[in-house]
């Protein structure tokens, strides 16, 4: 596809029920990000990856939290035993991979919109 | 913890005029720099990058990063009621010896434009 493509884009669930979100990135871009953003708050920072590996997951809130991308492409976000406090919009985004040290553009999804009840 | 900080909004200007747009980061070893467009109920657009010390122009918008200081800015000239929106600024940072930063969001600065 052309753009990042997130699914569901909303997504209501009851507390204590497992949820999953979907990311398809940008055909070509290794690196694969997942922030989530509450309202009026920038974007907070989750996990990234590069490839099939989850470079850096340390955003990850706690234990509850999992994201996979078993073929270096689409990544799943996983929460279990969701909490009100997870309400938020889940966000993926997608870039290149630069040399030097230096981090390609990130393209965002248009989000996916967790409420849980 | 990496912080970065954006001039407290909202930042109101009458079309036409310059807005100025600012961002300050704690981590000095940041090496590469964003600034995104959030329109309300949207995802965040990529408006410019930048990763060199000066000035970088991209038609009614120009970034300027100074790492000395460790400031980037944002002007947007000529503004228009359809640059209303909320600006985030975006610093990179580096984690375990990865050659791709994760990103670091400031929390944004609500920009409205009015005719």
């Known amino acids: 596809g052309a753009g990042v493509s997130q699914t569901p884009s909303n997504k209501v669930t009851e507390k204590g029920k497992y949820v999953e979100l979907r990311c398809d990135p940008i055909?070509?871009?290794?690196?694969l990000y997942w922030y989530r953003q509450s309202l009026g708050q920038g974007p907070e920072f989750l996990i990234y990856?590069?490839?099939?590996?989850?470079?850096?997951d340390s955003g990850l809130p706690n234990d509850r939290f999992f994201a996979v991308r078993p073929e270096g492409s689409v990544s799943t976000l996983k929460i279990q035993r969701t909490e009100r406090g997870d309400s938020a919009v889940y966000l993926c985004?997608?870039?290149?991979?630069?040399?030097?040290?230096?981090?390609?553009?990130?393209?965002f999804g248009e989000g996916s919109r967790l409420t849980v009840l | 913890q990496k912080e970065v900080e954006q001039n407290s909004g909202p930042l109101s200007v009458p079309e036409g005029a310059i807005a100025s747009l600012n961002c300050t980061y704690s981590d000095r070893g940041s090496q590469s720099f964003f600034w995104y467009r959030q329109y309300s109920g949207k995802s965040p657009e990529l408006i410019m990058s930048i990763y060199s010390n000066g000035d970088k122009e991209d038609g009614r918008f120009t970034a300027q990063l100074n790492k000395a200081s460790q400031y980037v800015s944002l002007l947007i000239r000529d503004s228009q009621p359809s640059d209303s929106a909320t600006y985030l600024c975006a610093v990179s940072g580096f984690d375990r010896g990865s050659t791709l930063g994760r990103l670091y969001f400031g929390r944004g600065t609500q920009l409205t434009v009015w005719p």
């Open positions: 055909s070509g871009h290794t690196a």
């Open positions: 985004a997608s870039s290149r991979e630069l040399t030097g040290g230096l981090t390609g553009e990130l393209f």
């Open positions: 990856f590069q490839g099939t590996g989850a470079a850096d």
